[in-house]
């Protein structure tokens, strides 16, 4: 239940102030006693109709400011319509996004730009894969834009235990999330420095675009790269090393993700700390084709002040029509 002018509540409160002041009086002026002319007075009242016809006033009169305040009651169903498209981002979650070479660290940076991409959609759902050396369905396809910037902030390199870089698992995962209902409006932007420890992407990526997904990669990093800092409760206490005890440095694969947005008819987005160019993609996601979404209903309240002021005006014609003279006797 909501309202629709709770402020007209107040005057519901002032009401009930003054009626509890007016009942104190009336029981200590009962209590004093009465007077022989006020007795003459009320002799023919019939004081017990005079009490209901009262309390039928006080009804009509409360159940008319709570109509007037707008009273807001149970939900009506609406069928909406959407234009839009399906987007799926396959954020990568290896420790290599760890590496502070993009500020505060690739991972950060990556999210920060996502979250830009999807503060700009209007009617299209968003979905994200995460991916190390396996990939998981993270957040199934949603037109609820504040439900998947809360995912996309939750989103942490130790997800996923099974180190790696599988950008063929997450391209296989990100596939099969779309729905087969259609062969167009399908985006898929696949987000990560580019190692990739399989190399059966840009083959994936061949077959997918020719079902109508569009894979577009966002590179997270710089050319000259960094080391890979291991922290411990947010504190960095060393960087990765090879098994020969040497420290690795994780630098962007650039062509490996430009040959994947090529082989997936998509663009590269290189994101570092000079350059954003995430408005490409705003670009494709404005200029593709959207499709009409199947009509979704949604629940909203319903005005119910009609109720309360039929009720308030038979409360007052009640409390009109109450006889409060006793008749004659014979």
């Known amino acids: 239940m909501d309202w629709r002018y ?9 009401f009930i102030f003054i009626w509890i002041v007016w009942q104190i009086r009336l029981k200590l002026k009962n209590g004093n006693g009465s007077n022989l002319l006020s007795k003459r007075l009320t002799a023919r009242l019939d004081l017990k109709k005079q ?16 109509a007037a305040a707008g009273p807001l ?7 909406v319509e959407r234009k839009g498209i399906d987007l799926i981002f396959a954020v990568d979650v290896s420790v290599s996004m760890n590496a502070e070479d993009v500020k505060p660290t690739r991972l950060e940076k990556a999210k920060f730009e996502i979250s830009q991409v999807i503060q700009r959609l209007k009617g299209d759902r968003v979905g994200i894969i995460v991916f190390a050396g396996l990939a998981h369905y993270y957040l199934p396809l949603t037109g609820d834009y504040e439900a998947a910037r809360l995912f996309l902030d939750a989103i942490e390199t130790n997800m996923i235990k099974n180190q790696g870089t599988a950008l063929s698992a997450a391209l296989r995962t990100s596939i099969s999330a779309f729905p087969d209902e259609s062969e167009k409006y399908k985006v898929l932007v696949v987000v990560s420095d580019g190692e990739d420890h399989e ?16 894979i577009n990669t966002m590179g997270v990093g710089s050319i000259s790269g960094s080391l890979i800092p291991i922290s411990n ?12 005890g040497e420290l690795v440095t994780t630098t962007l694969n650039e062509q490996m993700l430009t040959e994947l947005a090529e082989a997936g008819q998509g663009v590269f987005i290189r994101i570092d700390n000079q350059s954003n160019d995430k408005n490409n993609l705003n670009a494709v996601i404005d200029n593709m084709e959207k499709k009409t979404f ?4 949604y629940a909203e309240f ?8 039929v009720f308030s ?7 009109f029509i109450i006889p409060t003279y006793r008749k004659r006797a014979e």
């Open 6 to 14: 709770p402020f007209i509540l107040l005057l519901l409160l002032i």
């Open 51 to 66: 009490s209901w016809k009262r309390r039928f006033r006080v009804y009509a009169l409360i159940l008319l400011i709570i």
């Open 73 to 79: 009651i149970g939900t009506k169903v609406k069928p």
């Open 199 to 214: 190399g059966e992407a840009i083959l994936i990526a061949q077959k997918a675009a020719k079902t109508g997904i569009v």
């Open 233 to 244: 409760d947010g504190v960095i206490t060393e960087y990765k090393k090879d098994k020969k």
């Open 294 to 297: 199947e009509a979704h209903e």
């Open 302 to 309: 319903e005005d119910r002040y009609q109720i309360f002021a």
């Open 313 to 319: 005006l038979i409360f007052a014609v009640i409390a």
